[in-house]
């Protein structure tokens, strides 16, 4: 059974993390991979308020609250899920060491 949220909140820490990626990919890759991307994770973003198999993160397992992620090409999504929403709390690369994963 879908748990559809009713909206899906950035945070202002995943919102600078999504602006830092596609900075970087415009000066190294093109402005229309850059476009591609951003549309892509902010597509997927969307589509966790209707998604009802939320995976945890495991490396933020030892963490009193309970985080989730989702994977979207080389980036990770990290969010929490409560009752009505569903907050984007950052946005990185799947090779950031795991410690750098709890600055959330």
């Not at 992620?69 to 969010?79: T, V």
Request: hydrophobic share 35%.
């Amino acid at each position: 059974m879908v748990m559809k949220k009713e909206r899906v909140i950035f945070s202002l820490k995943a919102k600078a993390s999504l602006c830092d990626i596609i900075v970087y990919l415009k000066d190294h890759a093109s402005p229309s991979i850059a476009e591609h991307v951003r549309k892509g994770i902010i597509e997927k973003c969307k589509s966790l308020k209707d998604f009802s198999g939320y995976a945890k993160e495991r490396y933020l397992e030892d963490l009193p609250e309970e985080y989730h992620s989702a994977c979207k090409w080389d980036y990770l999504i990290i969010y929490k899920v409560s009752n009505k929403e569903i907050r984007i709390l950052n946005i990185i690369h799947v090779h950031t060491h795991p410690q750098k994963r709890k600055n959330i």
